[in-house]
């Protein structure tokens, strides 16, 4: 998502983890009504979550863990070199299911649209970013690379 600007968006979010719950547009306006009704200077986060959930049509856990190209992805976006993943699309173009093709002919032409330049710098921001320790860090890194 960070290389191809890919969004994820509804649904989605929560199968994949990028949130916690999914509540329909509909029962948006009784959940808020109940929170409201409920919530008071006493209210804990975890019954606060409750609340949510009763709403919620999916209920993030990595046991439920769900996101389209999952396989592909991961085999792919290796975070070893850039010019790797470039490489394990072409294969996926060359050897894959039409279904692979398809997705590695998107992304490829997506990617080929793009600045190397800025994907270079993305790619290395990513591999640093598996490594950071606190949030104060990932801010430090993030101003050090907007100030260079």
């Known amino acids: 998502m960070a290389l191809t600007g890919e969004k994820v968006k509804g649904r989605d979010l929560a199968k994949c983890g990028l949130a916690t719950n ?3 547009s ?24 409750e609340i949510v959930n ?10 439920n863990f769900s996101f389209p190209k ?6 792919t976006f290796v975070l070893d070199d850039i010019n790797e993943v470039f490489t394990r699309l072409h294969r996926l173009i060359e050897n894959g299911s039409e279904g692979e093709q398809a997705w590695a002919n998107k992304t490829l032409a997506t990617l080929n649209s793009l600045s190397p330049f800025s994907l270079v710098v993305t ?7 598996t490594k950071i320790q606190s949030l ?4 430090n890194i993030e101003a050090q690379m907007v100030s260079a």
């Open 22 to 24: 999914f509540v329909r």
């Open 26 to 49: 509909d029962k948006m306006e009784s959940l808020k009504s109940t929170i409201i009704e409920k919530s008071n200077e006493d209210i804990s986060l975890e019954k606060l979550q």
């Open 54 to 63: 009763e709403y919620s049509d999916i209920i993030y856990t990595p046991e």
């Open 70 to 75: 999952s396989d592909e992805i991961s085999r």
């Open 123 to 129: 790619f290395e921001q990513i591999k640093k970013g």
């Open 136 to 139: 104060e860090e990932a801010f």
